[in-house]
């Protein structure tokens, strides 16, 4: 059994991870963590998830777990790269499902990878998200620069950050197969006079509400037809179970940074 621990075991992803390692039969919860402000430490991170007592209490000291674990599930708001170095520290694999990483975030990670982590950093652990990356990528290469290209995402009303990483991965996807730049050729939302829409941008729309769990739509238009690329996630179950994939996979895997590309197989 891969000894397991979660980060941010109280969130609404942590604790279906809590659950779903619970029932897993390879891997078993060896830990569950916290904010150290929460009210929630010292509770049982079974009980908290919903399920039957799991006989592991929550607690924010990740130090002394790491100790004996083999692998970090995180997927709290904050504090990403100093769980990590903990846990690398210790010879504990990493997966890593936050998103609005910064630059700075992302180059700490690869360098960890690079003295002997094994980490997996996506912004999106669903296999049907990792095929539509897949297909937008196709779809830009295909259809060429003629065709406008907007993304849509729409997430419950408790999201911190926007736009979604998923929908910062797609418009890297469209970016890359058209030698775009992320950082100059996205433009987010549209108000006001704003004049004709350019042919050379990727319009990017956040919306937010009730308890959506997590839709995309990459639409490609031009003169006469559209081609619309949707995902819709209708349970958080769909990321957890990427997630615990991705612990099996880098419990034999060489130190270095995946994506769930890596994991699923779909270089
Ligand atoms: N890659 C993927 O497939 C997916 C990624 N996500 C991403 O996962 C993240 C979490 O989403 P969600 O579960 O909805 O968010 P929540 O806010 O429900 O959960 C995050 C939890 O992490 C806790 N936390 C914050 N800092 C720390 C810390 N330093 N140590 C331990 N725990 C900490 C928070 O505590 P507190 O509330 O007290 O701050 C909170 O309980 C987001 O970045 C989201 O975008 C979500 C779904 C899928
Ligand atoms: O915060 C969420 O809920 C989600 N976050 C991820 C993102 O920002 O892309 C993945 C998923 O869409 C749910």
């Given amino acids: 059994m891969i000894r397991t621990i979660v980060i941010g075991a109280a969130g609404r992803m942590g604790r279906r991870l809590v659950a779903n390692i619970m029932a897993s039969e390879t891997l078993t919860l060896a830990g569950a963590t916290e904010f150290v402000e929460s009210p929630l430490l010292g509770e049982d991170a ?31 708001t904050a504090g990403v790269v100093e769980s990590t170095k903990l846990a690398v520290a ?7 499902g936050t998103t609005a990483l910064s630059q700075a975030e992302k180059g700490q990670l690869a360098e960890l990878a690079d003295n002997g982590g094994r980490i997996v950093s996506s912004y999106n652990m669903s296999v049907g998200v990792n095929l539509l990356f897949k ?33 910062v991965r797609l418009a890297e996807v469209v970016c890359e197969a058209r030698g775009w730049n992320y950082g100059t050729d996205v433009r987010h939302g549209r108000e006001g006079l704003v004049g004709a829409r350019t042919r ?24 006469g037809e559209r081609v619309e690329l949707t995902h819709k996630a209708s349970s958080r179950d769909t990321f957890v179970k990427g997630a615990l994939r991705a612990v099996e996979f880098l419990h034999n895997a060489q130190p270095g940074l995946y994506d769930m590309q890596d994991v699923l197989g779909l270089k």
């Fill in 46 to 76: 079974g009980l908290v998830a919903g399920c039957g007592p799991a006989g592991v209490k929550i607690t924010a000291n990740l130090e002394e777990l790491v100790k004996n674990a083999d692998a970090v599930i995180n997927f709290a």
């Fill in 90 to 96: 210790n010879g504990c694999a990493v997966v890593i």
């Fill in 200 to 223: 050379h941008e990727i319009g990017m729309h956040s919306l937010r509400g009730g308890d959506v769990v997590g839709d995309h739509t990459v639409i490609f238009a031009i003169d």
């Fill in 135 to 167: 297909l937008v990528g196709e779809a830009a290469r295909t259809l060429g620069l003629d065709y406008d290209c907007e993304i849509i995402e729409m997430h419950h009303n408790q999201k911190k950050d926007a736009p979604s990483g998923t929908a």
